[in-house]
């Protein structure tokens, strides 16, 4: 499988999927890559 490129709400699910983690990465600080179940909002 090729994936060329990605929008900003792509899902790409291969197999027998389990469970999903939520991942974002920015063109800013390393600080800015989020991993996890939970996706933290601005107050």
């Avoid at 999927?17 to 974002?24: A, D, E, F, N, V």
């Avoid at 990465?25 to 390393?30: K, Q, R, V």
């Amino acid at each position: 499988m090729k994936i060329v490129a990605v929008g900003s709400s792509s899902v790409v699910l291969i197999g027998d999927t389990g469970s999903i983690r939520l991942s974002s990465i920015f063109d800013t600080p390393p600080e800015s890559l989020i991993i996890g179940p939970l996706v933290p909002f601005a107050r």
